[in-house]
Every structure is written in structure tokens, then in C-alpha cells.
């Protein structure tokens, strides 16, 4: 008896001490590589670094626990999320076809999108598939291994951004919101109107989703939403003016790492805060969030674009001659726009026994100047990435060892 409720007690007692987040030891752990971070360290704020880093505990017969750490967290603090909100759009659209429950339909089915309002455009084919037929699936496999942003939009009409904002309040994700559409300048009244959409297997109609509007606005109480001291306006003309992101997309840290855990552990929450998923989604996603761009027949990518650490910004820098590590799986998706460089990732070494999430942003933009393209990636951000993705493994293989 006395060990069923010991047992009990660690089960309601163990979440509850998981969800205290030690802010010491990253910066710790970065202090003691002064070579690689003493620049960013002196200037957290400049370069708007976040990172969350959670261990991953098992418990024999149990969900694991989730132990978190972080550095400069603020999940009020803006910062742009760029391709990162396409994880959400992969894991709504599934949602989605499964919540439909229409017979026939599955994420395999040939997806026609059509236009219904200004600016809108339309897709009969998809070269890049087997078939040369666009699919939900299809788009996913795009999205995750190189971040391909009609892919992302395509997905965006078909969720409708009702939908999409309605699902991130229901999760829990109320400090991050997905207004348009991605490098199209999608804007306004634009961004509110999605197309009609169709859905065949081979020459059989299965589902058709006519045009929608959202008119609602879904305001955030966000800080540090205007940037720089000027900007490169649509006319390419330089603005003498702050640099506002006010009306952005938005997905903080703590939202991003929440939402990966639940894909990668969903047994770790409770079925209410579960996604509505069939195994084959999770498959799917797990195959395409770990895979290489050179490792994908259907799309293939030329390696000189699109080379094997493309898409690992931690750990690996995006370097091209990076030697990878044989034991090491990155499932991840990361984002670049407007100086920041962000990357939401679980780590999965089977062979030393490590397993953990992180997430973190940096940004670089010593001119001030925004939609310049002029930003030090290479140079500051990049790096970070690398450094700190290498760190943290480093510090779990160490614990390992010990």
C-alpha cells in the first residue's frame, strides 16, 4: 500500500516540480566558452537571444517528465517566427482531414486550389511529386525539408486562418497567432480571404471547400514590436523610420517547444491537449521533420542549394561541409526572415541514450536597417546555432558518461 501511494504522490508531485524553469545553468554553460559566446553574452538584448532547453526523463511505466532551463526567456517579447509557424499549418492541416472524417478523403488526395480574390492563385500540378499532382502530404514533405513557403500557403487556405488561430487558442498557444501568408506580401484584407479549394481521388470529386473570409483581428500584448531605425519600403526606397513588426505573425518560444513536445511525446499530455492524429500523421511527420533535403527522392533537391545540414541551423550551423554526426537525429523546423534566425528542435541520439528539446532565436542586424537584406547571419547568427545546439549535446553526452 505504502508504495502505491508514494507512487501516487510522485505522479502528481513530479509535473508539477518539472514545470519550474532554472534560469542558470544555460548561461553557465555559455560562460565557461568564452571564445564562442562571450559576443552574444555581452549583448543578449542587441541580439534578442531566447533559449528554452528541456531534458526529457524517463519513467519506467509512466510519461516522461519534461525538466526545463532557459536564457533570456520572454514569451511577451517579440520576435519575428518567420517559417516556424509552418510546423502549425502541418499539424492543423492533418487535424483538419481527420476532422472532416469524409470518406476518401485522406492527405494523399489531390488537392486543386482555385481563386476567388485579388491576387490569389491557383495550382493544378506539383512537378515535384511522383504524380505530378498536388497533396496535403505532398506539401508537408516540402515544408519540412526545406521550408518551402507556397507549400506553406497552400496549407494556409486549406486550414483557413479562422481555423488556425482558433486551434492555437485551444492548445494553449496564447502568445502566438499566424495572420497571412509567407513572401508573397500577403497583407490586410488579402490575408483574411483564402481560396476555394478541391479534392479528387484520380477523376472523383471528394470534397470541395469554397472561399473564406475572416474578419476577425487577433491582437497580442506583445513588447519590442518596432526595430531599427529604417526599413526598404515596396518602391525600394529607404524609410527613415523605425521598422514595425506590430501586425506580424507571432510564436514564442515556450509555444514553439510546447507544440514539438506534443508531437514527440503525446502520451506525456493529457488527451485533451492531444493532437488529433492517426499514427500515419505522426509517421509522416517524424520521416519529414528528420530527414535531408539529399536524403528525399519525391521532391528532389539539387545538394548545391539545398545540401544535407540545410535545414539543421543547431548543431550544425548550415554549414555545407559540415561532418555529420552518425548518431544524432534532428527533428526540427526552423525560420529565417528580417535578421532572425529561430530553430524549434527535438534531439534523438538512440546509441549514448540522449534525447532533448531545444528551442532558441538570435538576431543580427548592425545597420538597423530592415529589408535591406543585409543581416549577419553568417557571421553572429549562424554560429550561435551551432554552438549552442553543440553545448547542450555535448553537456547531455557528458552526463551520460558520468
Not at 526545406?146 to 492548445?171: C, M, P, V, W
Request: glycine content about 4%; aromatic content about 14%.
Amino acid at each position: 500500500m505504502n508504495r502505491i501511494i508514494f507512487a501516487f504522490i510522485l505522479l502528481i508531485s513530479l509535473p508539477a516540480m518539472a514545470q519550474k524553469t532554472d534560469t542558470i545553468l544555460i548561461e553557465k554553460l555559455m560562460r565557461q566558452h568564452p571564445d564562442l559566446f562571450t559576443a552574444v553574452l555581452n549583448h543578449p538584448q542587441k541580439n534578442q537571444i531566447q533559449v528554452l532547453y528541456t531534458q526529457v526523463i524517463k519513467n519506467e511505466n509512466l510519461p516522461p517528465l519534461f525538466r526545463s532551463y532557459s536564457y533570456n526567456l520572454d514569451p511577451h517579447r517579440y520576435f519575428y517566427p518567420a517559417s516556424t509557424v509552418k510546423l502549425a499549418a502541418v499539424v492543423f492541416a492533418l487535424e483538419k482531414i481527420n476532422e472532416l472524417n469524409i470518406t476518401g478523403l485522406t492527405a494523399q488526395s489531390t488537392m486543386l486550389t482555385d481563386s476567388a480574390y485579388m491576387g490569389q492563385t491557383k495550382v493544378r500540378k506539383d512537378t515535384t511529386d511522383k504524380n505530378g499532382l498536388p497533396s496535403i502530404e505532398h506539401y508537408i514533405k516540402k515544408i519540412l525539408l526545406t521550408s518551402d513557403n507556397d507549400a506553406f500557403n497552400r496549407l494556409f487556405e486549406f486550414i483557413g486562418r479562422a481555423e488556425i488561430n482558433q486551434k492555437l487558442k485551444k492548445y494553449g498557444f496564447d502568445d502566438s497567432r499566424i495572420l497571412n501568408r509567407l513572401a508573397i506580401g500577403d497583407a490586410g484584407n488579402s490575408a483574411k480571404h483564402t481560396n476555394p479549394i478541391k479534392f479528387y481521388n484520380k477523376e472523383k470529386l471528394i470534397y470541395t471547400q469554397p472561399a473564406q473570409y475572416d474578419p476577425k483581428e487577433y491582437p497580442l500584448e506583445l513588447s519590442a514590436t518596432t526595430m531599427g531605425t529604417g526599413y526598404i519600403d515596396s518602391a525600394e526606397k529607404l524609410v527613415n523610420k523605425p521598422f514595425t513588426l506590430a501586425n506580424k505573425n507571432a510564436f514564442s518560444i515556450p509555444n514553439q517547444q510546447s507544440m514539438l513536445k506534443r508531437l514527440m511525446y503525446p502520451k506525456a499530455f493529457p488527451a485533451s491537449e492531444r493532437f488529433n492524429l492517426k499514427p500515419a500523421d505522426y509517421e509522416l511527420i517524424y520521416t519529414y521533420m528528420s530527414k535531408l533535403p539529399t536524403e528525399s527522392d519525391y521532391p528532389a533537391y539539387d545538394p548545391k542549394e539545398f545540401w544535407p545540414t540545410y535545414a539543421k541551423m543547431l548543431y550544425y550551423g548550415r554549414e555545407k561541409g559540415a561532418l555529420l554526426n552518425p548518431d544524432l537525429r534532428i527533428f526540427n523546423k526552423y525560420g529565417d526572415s528580417y535578421g532572425f534566425i529561430i530553430d524549434n528542435a527535438y534531439f534523438k541520439d538512440s546509441k549514448n541514450d540522449i534525447e532533448f528539446f531545444l528551442t532558441a532565436v538570435v538576431q543580427s542586424n548592425e545597420d538597423g536597417i530592415y529589408n535591406d537584406g543585409k543581416y549577419e547571419y553568417e557571421t553572429v547568427c549562424y554560429p550561435f546555432m551551432k554552438n549552442i545546439g553543440k553545448l547542450l549535446y555535448n553537456y547531455e553526452l557528458e552526463k551520460k558518461r558520468q
